[in-house]
């Protein structure tokens, strides 16, 4: 095979069935596609050996490790194409994805593709989508591509290794960053567009967030002497977050309504990432040091 697309899925067959849909109607045909199943317990084992029995779809299952990361490698150690594209079940591609990602990987080693927010007219999805999904910036600015988007060369994962399957978040800039360290160059690709549903929910957002924020410990515990964490004495974890830089980041939606609780929004995801940090530094204070969270 040429090209091999991962999906990483723990319990959501609709999103499922969206993702691989979209991937099996492609104009390519030299591809395959990976589901790595994360050992899920509802009907979403059930969806994956289905679409596992037609000639382009392999299953493969991690339930050792509860992570989006190791599920990544066990698709990763599964996939038989030199380029390998990663996308989140849930999310959807236009038919031209796999031909797009293997042309213009050519020379390339790591690329990340645009991403689309689409949602329902709900406060939360609108403030989502008015917010946006700012690959380009990660990739030119923070040195990592969001793993849902993310395409890379077998040679790449040669030299570097794959995922660190013990981070439950932050896992896609750590991976960033060590190509980066080795001498890759980070791409952006802002002509393949990508599709993935806005979180229309407070609840959805402040899980997500608390996640991100045990990552950012995990970062700290495993990655040390690599990354600057900021301690969580540091006033800066608790004020709000700085209003011009937050109208900056904006597009051109929300009305004079909205904008003061999307401003509000904004700084209950700051505190719910503080606050997942906190708790990841309490547990880490309370289990030996060679512990390791299963997330």
């Not at 723990?10 to 596609?33: M, R, W």
């Not at 990663?86 to 591609?93: C, E, R, T």
């Not at 977050?241 to 003061?260: H, I, K, Q, T, Y």
């Amino acid at each position: 095979m040429t090209t091999s697309v991962v999906v990483p899925v723990y319990n959501d067959p609709e999103g499922l069935t969206t993702t691989v849909e979209s991937l099996l109607d492609q104009t390519a045909t030299d591809y395959e596609i990976v589901i790595a199943d994360n050992g899920s317990t509802d009907d979403t084992a059930r969806v994956a050996r289905e679409f596992a029995t037609t000639d382009r779809v392999r299953r493969v299952v991690e339930d050792e490790i509860q992570s989006s990361y190791a599920a990544r490698n066990a698709g990763i150690d599964a996939a038989d194409g030199d380029v390998i594209g990663f996308v989140d079940a849930d999310m959807w591609v236009e038919d031209d994805y796999v031909a797009a990602i293997t042309e213009r990987m050519g020379d390339r080693s790591y690329m990340g593709c645009r991403v689309e927010l689409v949602g329902d007219d709900s406060t939360v999805a609108r403030y989502r989508r008015a917010t946006g999904f700012p690959v380009e910036k990660y990739v030119t600015e923070a040195g990592f591509a969001p793993t849902c988007c993310l395409v890379v060369h077998r040679r790449l994962l040669d030299e570097i290794g794959d995922f660190d399957a013990r981070l439950v978040s932050n896992g896609d800039l750590e991976f960033g960053r060590r190509a980066s360290e080795a001498g890759f160059e980070l791409t952006y690709e802002p002509e393949i567009p990508m599709y993935h549903p806005a979180r229309s929910t407070l609840r959805a957002v402040l899980a997500q967030n608390v996640r991100i924020g045990h990552g950012r410990e995990q970062i700290r515990r495993f990655h040390g002497d690599r990354f600057e964490v900021r301690a969580p004495t540091n006033p800066r974890n608790y004020l709000p977050v700085n209003p011009v830089g937050f109208l900056d980041s904006l597009d051109a939606s929300g009305s004079a309504v909205e904008r003061p609780l999307w401003y509000g929004l904004a700084c209950v995801q700051k505190w719910a990432r503080t606050a997942g940090y906190l708790r990841a530094r309490r547990r880490d204070a309370v289990y030996a040091p060679g512990y390791q969270e299963s997330g």
